[in-house]
Nanobody, 117 residues
Framework: QVQLVESGGGLVQPGGSLRLSCATS????????MGWHRQAPGQQRELVAR???????NYVDSVKGRFTISRDNAKNTVYLQMNSLKPEDTAVYYC???????????WGQGTQVTVSS
């Protein structure tokens, strides 16, 4: 069973920073494509960023230059460093893992990020 344990959400002022963490098992971390999605109230869930086991990354245009996804191989953890946060970044952020050979998708429980003054 794939488990994804998220942490790091919270309330931050516009222009501030937060770092989200997603820990999982060695098997998942080493083989799956890891990523972060977000869902704002009344909106569809959207892909924010993803990283392959080889370290290749992709970002949605709205976060390029502000967010960075990274991997810590020693801790089996994926991070999403979010800088220059804007109110429109407010959403529930979900860690996800994609099994590459059949595209089976797994989700974390979600963590709330609120950007407000």
């Amino acid at each position: 069973q794939v488990q994804l344990v998220e942490s790091g959400g919270g309330l931050v002022q516009p222009g501030g920073s937060l770092r989200l963490s997603c820990a999982t098992s060695t098997e998942v971390f080493s083989r799956y494509i890891m990523g972060w999605h977000r869902q704002a109230p009344g909106q569809q869930r959207e892909l924010v960023a993803r990283i392959t086991s080889g370290g290749s990354t992709n970002y949605v245009d709205s976060v390029k230059g502000r967010f960075t996804i990274s991997r810590d191989n020693a801790k089996n953890t994926v991070y999403l460093q979010m800088n220059s946060l804007k109110p429109e970044d407010t959403a529930v952020y979900y860690c996800n893992a994609v099994r590459p050979w059949d595209l089976q998708l797994y989700w974390g429980q979600g963590t709330q990020v609120t950007v407000s003054s």
